[in-house]
T-cell receptor
């Protein structure tokens, strides 16, 4: 099946620094990728939809200047958490689906961010 | 607001017992998907249901889509320890491209 790779798997950073998370579709092209955030024992909350070659679409309540999304190619989307604070600590997961389909979402392995 | 709810939130069963999780949407869905997330892992697609009243089976798992396409269920027969994880339903609540995930049911199987 299709593979989505996410890096890094976990990262610890100091408060005030920025962290970049990469999401790659390894064997298919994705003009659209989705970034989710998951708190412990909770559901996945959609943060934004990443669109190749154009601006990301952010969900209500998600600060676009805080969570910068870049989708520069058909196989790579990046999420940068800027000026991270402890409340940004969470599990961030990206996902994508094969181009032209509305079915199965393929998820990356997730990135666990801890901000000290 | 529009949302997708699941019950129960947690379920502990003895190995060999059956398990069911229920998913309810505040609005009609064009399709519903189910995902499983193992502890520490990422969600993995299980199945998609599209038709009203549809029933699909995968070995010990039975998935059902309600007649009104607003609810769904996942039933596991004779649970095994490998079934441990959180089961999420998800549907295109706001747009065809985006999936809204249910609140999830965390299944624990006691050996």
């Amino acid at each position: 099946g299709a593979v989505v790779s996410q890096h890094p798997s976990w990262v610890i950073c100091k408060s005030g620094t920025s962290v970049k998370i990469e999401c790659r579709s390894l064997d298919f092209q994705a003009t659209t990728m989705f970034w989710y955030r998951q708190f412990p024992k909770q559901s996945l909350m959609l943060m934004a939809t990443s669109n190749e070659g154009s601006k990301a679409t952010y969900e209500q309540g998600v600060e676009k200047d805080k969570f910068l999304i870049n989708h520069a190619s058909l196989t790579l989307s990046t999420l940068t958490v800027t000026s991270a604070h402890p409340e940004d600590s969470s599990f961030y997961i990206c996902s994508a689906r094969a181009e032209g389909t509305t079915g199965e979402l393929f998820f990356g392995e997730g990135s666990r961010l801890t901000v000290l | 607001g529009q949302q997708v709810m699941q019950i129960p939130q947690y379920q502990h069963v003895q190995e060999g017992e059956d398990f069911t999780t229920y998913c309810n949407s505040s609005t009609t869905l064009s399709n519903i998907q189910w995902y499983k997330q193992r502890p520490g892992g990422h969600p993995v697609f299980l199945i998609q249901l599209v038709k009203s009243g549809e029933v699909k089976k995968q070995k010990r798992l039975t998935f059902q889509f309600g007649e009104a396409k607003k609810n769904s269920s996942l039933h596991i027969t004779a649970t095994q320890t490998t079934d441990v994880g959180t089961y999420f339903c998800a549907g295109p609540l706001h747009s065809a491209r985006q999936l809204t995930f249910g609140s999830g049911t965390q299944l624990t199987v006691l050996p």
